[in-house]
């Protein structure tokens, strides 16, 4: 079966800080892997996904197949980065379900 | 600009109740999803619906059933609530049949009491 693991329920850093958001995966095909984030009292929406390749809000994230993992990083990391953030993954043999991590809760302090 | 929207943002119900739980999108979207949200475990998938009267077990469908007779709505019911029903409720659509692995948009979420 597969699974996604986010080893950090919580991050604490200051303004201006990197971050990094750790998530692996156990997967052993070619899956797709997305980070979801809820700000506070707004709905779940997506960050980012890997085969689109792009920065959003500074973050970026990077496919490990060797490692399977999808680190989500940001080199400075600002006060509104402050969220829950879900890594989730896609495979064909799931029949493309999303599958979700147990969520990171970032906390950004100036 | 999809929409998704969900009937209550609240409820409490007493043990052993029926609940209904609405979604609706306004997008027509093929898929729509039913998750539970609970702290450090995540999102998990109950239910989901391909197309209307489709629907397919998720990964935790005990206790729940769902109904889906129009494209835009998919309910979600728990035909006898229990306490370790008590959670947060979100309710999902993308595009497209074979398109499940396209983003997701989410409703805000109810957050149901069993008591």
């Known amino acids: 079966a597969q699974r996604v693991t986010q080893p950090e329920k919580l991050l604490s850093v200051f303004k201006g800080a990197p971050v990094e958001l750790k998530c692996n995966y156990s997967y052993s095909g070619s899956p797709e892997l997305f980070w979801y984030v809820q700000y506070s009292r707004q709905r779940l929406q997506l960050l980012l996904r890997?085969?689109s390749r792009e920065s959003i809000k500074g973050f970026t994230a990077d496919l490990n197949k060797g490692e399977t993992s999808f680190h989500l990083k940001k080199p400075f990391a600002q006060e509104e980065d402050s969220a829950m953030y879900y890594c989730a993954l896609s495979t064909e043999a799931a029949g493309n379900k999303l599958t979700f991590g147990g969520g990171t809760r970032v906390l950004v302090k100036p | 600009d999809v929409k998704v929207t969900q009937s209550s943002r609240y409820l409490v119900k007493r043990t052993g109740e029926k609940v209904f739980l609405e979604c609706v999108q306004d997008?027509?979207?093929?898929?729509m999803f039913w998750y539970r949200q609970d702290p450090g475990l995540g999102l998990r998938l109950i239910y989901f619906?391909?197309?209307?009267?489709?629907?397919e077990k998720g990964d935790i469908p005990e206790g729940y059933s769902v109904s889906r007779e129009k494209k835009e709505r998919f309910s979600l019911i728990l035909e006898s609530a229990s306490t370790n029903q008590t959670s947060m409720y979100l309710c999902?659509?993308?595009?497209?049949?074979?398109?499940?692995?396209?983003?997701?948009?989410f409703g805000p979420g109810t957050r149901l009491t069993v008591t």
């Open positions: 890997h085969i």
């Open positions: 997008m027509d979207h093929e898929n």
């Open positions: 999902a659509s993308n595009p497209g049949a074979g398109e499940l692995h396209c983003e997701q948009y």
């Open positions: 619906s391909y197309d209307v009267k489709m629907k």
